[in-house]
């Protein structure tokens, strides 16, 4: 039987779980001090909190619901343990009070400028980020925002050690957040402390062109569990302790000088499956889908791509398979369209501008040559959506689109399987998405190779009912059984049994 981390409930059926809201006013509740005679049993630390601090349409202060995977997988793991969770409200605003939110806890920690575009715009974005995605953009490395990047991650350290009541369990997330686990324990011995990672975990190769890879390593390692997506990324990293912090290590199993033991595992993430079906299959849903169908001319088909505006998804690779095939001929924009939601992402970085540009003009090229009037190519969005209006997108869509260069799971890709309740729609995976580990029944595909992806949205375009029916069942119930109660759960077992101390003489690290 395996222990569990202190503290910490299993969590809820998914089922159970509650929805975000998409905007909200300003009604959070002040939560009154932390620390203080509210025991913390589960502190989650991440770069972001659940929701943003935004300026309403109609001036006033609210909160709206942060983008991304990371908010989407933890926020029901939060519900279910009554946790609290430290994290940036974006902008600079300061002095916002710790307040309860549709039932969180929330900590907001402000940035100043500097540390914005030190450490959330430069080290994380600029250097991290790329680096980790097999450099699908050049990474740069500039010491001051390695700088900020120690800041902020002491100051979250330091809020976090703070907050925690005696024994307490803090899950840390994400490659904005590396060095805190050390830090913490530094702090803090007593805690239990887990990280995950949600984005890949590069080769050795790669990581090592890193001017700080030894620091990295060590603030992961104050971690007793190293969580990764897939077991390659807990692989290299394992391979890259032995080789450059020079710790013995054995399989999944680190084992360092003061008696710690720290695992490296893979617990791909998920959603909440249940949830989500349940929301597709709502007569509100069903309405929408029909009034987007309908909106968009009533075609035989329509394609689906859904990402954040990032230069790892893919998205203009996609669109130009997609614009080739009605230029030979093979599709008609009376027959298909394609509908491409970009959601709004780190805006202030260049390459996302430039990308952003690029979408722009390829879809206005495309849209010009290939359109007719009333039936453009692609029916481009800038936008985000609430949970509502994604499931109805799901649902209506035929073929769903995702095609990154390189991504730790891609939720989006098993959001739109687990709306598909009648087992039908086609899913074109890219083989680099974490997620194609999983959804073996996709149309999987290599996304550097366009005349590949062409083919595989044909093919999905002209599949028989039986062999969508087929797929679709296959990957359904995969979602079902590995959904984000599973991931977290079986990620805090694993974390509430970790060894206390391993008992091995192991010499010390060697500087590398
Ligand atoms: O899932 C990766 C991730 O970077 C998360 O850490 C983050 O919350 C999300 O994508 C959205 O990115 P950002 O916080 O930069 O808007």
């Known amino acids: 039987m395996l222990g569990r981390a202190p503290g910490v409930r299993t969590i809820l059926p998914a089922g159970d779980l509650g929805w975000g809201k998409p905007d909200m006013r300003a ?26 601090r935004v300026e309403l349409d109609d001036g006033e202060p609210g909160w709206r619901r942060s983008p991304g995977g990371l908010v989407t997988a933890i926020e029901p793991v939060m519900r279910a343990n009554q946790g609290v969770w430290i994290g940036w409200p974006g902008g600079t605003e300061k002095g916002l009070e710790p307040f309860e939110d549709d039932g969180m806890s929330l900590v907001p920690m402000s940035m100043s400028d500097e540390e914005i575009s030190g450490h959330y715009e430069g080290f994380s974005n600029g250097t991290l980020w790329p680096l980790y995605h097999d450099l699908v953009a050049k990474p740069e490395f500039h010491r001051e925002w390695w700088d900020a990047y120690v800041g902020v991650n002491k100051r979250f350290a330091e809020r976090a050690a703070e907050l925690a009541s005696e024994g307490a369990t803090v899950w840390v997330h994400d490659y904005q957040m590396q060095l805190v686990p050390q830090m913490l324990r530094e702090l803090r011995p007593d805690l239990r402390v887990g990280f995950y990672l949600h984005i890949p975990f590069p080769p050795a190769e790669l990581f090592q062109q890193l001017p700080w890879r030894r620091q990295i390593l060590e603030g992961l390692l104050g971690a007793d569990l190293v969580g990764f997506q897939l077991p390659g990324a807990a692989q290299n990293f394992v391979r890259l302790v032995r080789q450059r912090v020079g710790h013995k290590t054995h399989r999944d199993l680190v084992y360092l000088p003061d008696g710690r033991t720290v695992r490296a595992k893979a617990f791909p993430i998920s959603i909440d499956a249940a949830g989500f079906e349940a929301l597709a299959q709502t007569p509100e849903v069903a309405d929408r889908a029909a009034e987007i169908r309908a909106a968009l001319g009533s075609p035989r088909k329509v394609f689906l791509g859904i990402d954040r505006l990032d230069y790892t998804k ?178 805090m077992t694993d974390l509430g049994d970790i060894r206390s101390s391993h008992g091995k003489p192991v010499r010390p690290a060697r500087r590398s």
Request: charged share 30%; with cysteine.
């Open 27 to 52: 009604r959070a509740q002040p939560r009154g001090l932390y620390g203080e005679g509210v025991p913390n049993d589960l502190v989650i630390v991440a770069n972001r909190l659940p929701v943003d």
């Open 314 to 491: 893919g998205i203009v690779a996609r669109l130009r398979a997609f614009s080739e095939l009605i230029r030979d001929g093979h599709l008609d924009v009376e027959d298909a369209v394609f509908v491409q939601v970009a959601v709004p992402s780190r805006e202030q970085v260049e390459q996302y501008r430039i990308l952003r540009d690029d979408i722009d003009r390829l879809v206005g090229r495309i849209n010009g040559d290939l359109g007719r009037i009333g039936r453009p190519a692609i029916s481009y969005l800038h936008s985000s959506y609430p949970r509502e209006e994604m499931a109805a997108l799901y649902r209506m869509a035929d073929i769903m689109v995702v095609t990154p260069y390189r991504d730790g799971m891609n939720l989006v890709a098993k959001e739109y399987v687990a709306c598909r309740f009648e087992d039908d729609g086609a899913l074109v995976l890219s083989e680099f998405a974490g997620a194609a580990e999983e959804l073996r029944q996709a149309w999987l595909v290599n996304p550097y190779d366009i005349n590949g992806m062409k083919a595989a949205l044909l093919e999905a375009f002209r599949a028989e009912d039986r062999d969508l029916t087929k797929r679709m069942k296959a990957m359904r119930k995969t979602i079902r059984q590995h959904d984000v109660a599973a991931w977290a759960d079986s990620f």
